[in-house]
């Protein structure tokens, strides 16, 4: 829960992959703590989309895009062979599986 709240402010840190993480955990262990965020007005119905049919917003890939795109351009500025072949392969393999994913 707290890294998604830190990512609420950082740029380089998602927020709702750790929210829905939180979720699951809370899903299993406290109950008012689940449902005080799935309720939360911002981050619930995103939270309840993913949860109820796995929907992630066009927003949402797109910002995933865009940062996987700063990562192999700092790649490519900072790495050396054969390590900046890394974040495009991670990029491709979950930006794949992200793009499969239904939209609202």
């Known amino acids: 829960m707290a890294l ?4 609420a402010f950082l740029p380089i840190l ?7 993480l939180a979720a699951f955990a809370f899903s299993r262990s406290n109950p ?4 005080r965020l799935m309720n939360h007005p ?8 993913w949860r109820e049919r796995g929907i992630v917003s066009r927003k949402g890939k ?3 895009t865009g940062a996987f795109a700063a990562s192999i ?5 900072f790495m050396k062979m054969p ?6 392969i991670i990029a491709t393999l979950c930006l ?9």
């Open 14 to 20: 998602p927020t709702v992959p750790f929210l829905i």
């Open 83 to 88: 390590l900046v072949l890394v974040p495009p």
């Open 62 to 64: 797109l910002a995933a």
């Open 96 to 104: 794949s599986w992200l793009w499969t994913r239904p939209e609202a």
């Open 73 to 77: 351009a700092l790649g490519l500025a």
């Open 32 to 35: 008012v703590w689940e449902a």
């Open 42 to 49: 911002v981050y619930g119905p995103s939270l309840r989309a």
């Open 4 to 7: 998604g709240v830190i990512g």
